[in-house]
């Protein structure tokens, strides 16, 4: 029997505390409570490291049994854009350093390139095992969003150091592998291990949220930020006349009126001539997320690129169809042609063809939905994806157990 593990889990931006749906606030932040969680099931001590963004803030907060939330002092105790955080990396990874000198940890798994940075700044000074996974690479984000990524010019190159100090690279999708190579960091430093999602919370049966006058509905969930093609959903609809489309996410439903990304969205639905079908919810809270996907006929994810993308997972894990755009890790996760469907990002057209085949066969979406499901409970559930994640953990530590003898 293995030994339980105290492990030190970095997320800067991201807290397992956060609301949900916000410009920084999504899937990284699911993905770091759910791992804390569910390494704690498996016996561990987990202890989540994230910026203090708030003077009312305890140090620290118990999330569950197991896992405490560490609230770091760096940089004002206020929120601040992720972009505007690397300044304060240096004070995260002193702290950090400080406190690991006192109460060290067997392990550190850092989430996001400035985690990455402050953890390898802080593990360089202790000498512990050190991990990474990025959840989403600069380059990437360069590529496609070109002179609009507001990324810190030094993001490509910090990520690269990151990759190449670390012990171990926790990547999370094949793509996401041969994108690193591409930035000098050998496919062997990495472990694929990709995001999960609870499927006793994300299941079929259970109550499902109520639906308008519409035939069918369409689901568009998640952060409301371009990249993540809101607006390619929206123009599907014209091809959909018999459809609804709910856009899940965003700012608090009291603040949608003054979002600038929600504007935008009305006004291009307006000029298509479907705002009468186009419905934004804000902010949705997470105990009622599964009766929105159960809502749905179909469930779309148009991103224009998706390091993972959880959406699908909860599309899947609760038995429905997903329409996803054919990129980052929904090539992993979505089995085109069994659990959904694959499109090229960007095409309102084939988006709208391919979720008009589904919304056409109520047998098709009923096979798929039934498939997603088990997909998720043979390959994404969070109890596999933390064991994947400690057998990288004893990996590295086996690694190290040779110098740490030698340094005695």
Not at 262 to 288: H, I, S
Request: net charge positive; charged share 20%.
């Amino acid at each position: 029997m293995t030994s339980p593990l105290t492990v030190a889990l970095v997320s800067e931006h991201a807290s397992p505390l956060a609301t949900l749906g916000g410009v920084d606030a999504g899937g990284q932040n699911v993905h770091v409570a759910q791992l804390a969680g569910a390494l704690a099931d498996r016996g561990h001590r987990v202890v989540v490291y994230t910026r203090r963004d708030d003077a009312a803030l305890p140090v620290t907060v118990p999330l569950r049994p197991g896992v405490l939330v560490h609230h770091v002092p760096a940089g004002p105790a206020e929120h601040l854009p992720k972009d505007h955080l690397l300044p304060h990396m240096r004070p995260f990874a002193r702290y950090l350093a400080d406190r690991w000198r006192e109460d060290r940890p067997d392990v550190v798994h850092a989430h996001f390139w400035m985690s990455g940075l402050a953890g390898l700044w802080a593990t360089e000074r202790t000498g512990t095992p050190f991990l990474h996974t990025y959840h989403a690479l600069g380059s990437v984000k360069r590529r496609h969003l070109g002179a609009a990524d507001t990324s810190p010019p030094s993001r490509v190159s910090c990520e690269t150091q990151v990759g190449l100090g670390c012990d171990r690279v926790v990547a999370t999708c094949r793509d996401e592998v041969e994108e690193l190579a591409a930035m000098g960091i050998p496919r062997a430093k990495a472990d694929i291990v990709p995001c999960g999602v609870d499927p006793a919370f994300f299941r079929p049966d259970g109550p499902v949220a109520h639906r308008g006058p519409f035939r069918h509905r369409l689901l568009h969930l998640g952060r409301l930020v371009a990249r993540k093609g809101a607006a390619v959903s929206v123009a599907a609809l014209v091809r959909l006349p018999d459809a609804e489309l709910v856009v899940a996410g965003g700012p608090p439903p009291g603040d949608l009126a003054a979002d600038p990304e929600v504007r935008r969205l009305r006004t291009f639905a307006e000029e298509l001539g479907v705002a009468d079908r186009v419905f934004f919810t804000g902010a949705v809270p997470r105990p009622v997320v599964p009766a929105l996907i159960r809502s749905a006929d179909v469930v779309l994810c148009p991103a224009d690129y998706e390091p993972f993308g959880i959406v699908p997972l909860e599309a899947m894990a609760c038995g429905r169809p997903v329409v996803a755009s054919a990129v980052g890790g929904q090539l992993d996760s979505v089995d085109h042609g069994v659990t959904g469907l694959h499109v090229p990002p960007g095409d309102p057209r084939l988006l709208a063809a391919a979720a008009r085949l589904l919304l056409a066969d109520p047998a098709l979406r009923a096979r798929y939905g039934r498939a997603g499901r088990r997909r998720v409970l043979a390959r994404f559930s969070w109890a596999r994806v933390a064991g994947a994640t400690e057998d990288s953990y004893r990996a590295v530590l086996a690694a190290h157990a040779p110098l740490a003898a030698g340094a005695r």
